[in-house]
């Protein structure tokens, strides 16, 4: 007898672990956290088209292919979307024309799961703007809502497509909940994570401020950079769709980042990028 009811004590209790812990449940944040996820890297035979004064004709380069997730206590939000998982199914990348290979070592599903996340707990995506090597996860985001900007809609959806823009890998954003923008955009309502419009590098260009309790102000560039040194010497890809829109931007997101203090992350700078927590890590 004494033995048979332990045992259902014990079954009990086993049964209410697991009804309370389902297998994927990440715990909820109390605060604004950033990751960073490696979505993938580019790398250059001629890195030439970086600015549209010569600097770097000829030379060979590479740059990393971040995506951000910023977790909020009202949900989750991706900031860029990298190559796409598909590319990882080739080990030595895939060559495009015109000298460039592209990498994805490691996953973004499989980052994600890392926290105890699957891409339905991602309740909010949204893009620096839509070239490819941003918005290649897109389409596994079915079940967020994609903030999208008007502007740069319109631009990347062109026939044919604009250079750089590849539209099947965001073509599920007319069957997804969508949140259309023109301006600047406050995320989660409370200041702590704001889309800024900075156009110029494409028609709809933004960046994203992030507000941390601990790390102050991160402002996440998009391509309003490409590198440090573009940032140091003002330098404009000769692929920018506008290039006066570009350095009106520049000006606008430097004098933020000096009258909040920020420290601006240039999402393509490998060292930037390495500098970041290494993920799981994150800032805070
Ligand atoms: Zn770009």
Redesign the pocket.
């Known amino acids: 007898m004494l033995r048979t009811s332990s045992f259902c004590r014990v079954l009990l209790s086993l049964l209410s672990v697991i009804v309370a812990t389902p297998a994927t449940a990440a715990e909820p944040v109390n605060e604004v956290r950033l990751y960073a996820l490696d979505c993938g890297r580019a790398e250059f035979k001629d890195m030439g088209f970086f600015s549209d004064t010569g600097e770097y004709d000829g030379k060979p380069g590479g740059v990393a292919v971040p995506c951000f997730l910023i977790r909020h206590p009202k949900g989750a939000l991706l900031w860029d979307t990298g190559l796409g998982d598909k590319l990882a199914e080739s080990k030595d990348g895939v060559e495009l024309a015109g000298g460039i290979r592209l990498r994805v070592p490691v996953t973004f599903a499989e980052q994600l799961k890392a926290l105890g996340l699957t891409p339905a707990d991602v309740t909010h995506v949204a893009f620096s ?1 839509f ?1 490819f ?2 918005t290649g996860n897109a389409n596994l985001l079915g079940t967020s809502i994609w903030i999208i900007n008007n502007a740069e809609l319109a631009w990347a959806m062109r026939t044919p497509p604009p250079f ?1 823009v590849d539209p099947t890998t965001f073509s599920a954003y007319t069957n997804v909940r969508t949140q259309m923008i023109d301006a600047d955009h406050d995320v989660f309502g409370d200041g702590s994570v704001r889309i800024l419009k900075a156009p110029g ?2 028609p709809g260009h933004q960046v994203l401020e992030i507000k941390l309790r601990k790390s102050g102000v991160v402002i996440l560039s998009g ?1 309003l950079y490409h590198t440090r040194d573009n940032r140091k010497y003002r330098r404009i890809p000769a692929i920018n769709f506008e290039r006066a829109d570009t350095l009106a931007s520049i000006d606008r997101i430097e004098k933020i980042v000096t009258n909040t203090k920020a420290r601006l992350v240039v999402q393509h700078d490998m060292v930037d990028f390495r500098a970041l927590p290494k993920f799981p890590a994150y800032l805070n």
Do not use: A, E, V
């Open positions: 703007h070239h090597d941003h750089g590098h494409t391509d």
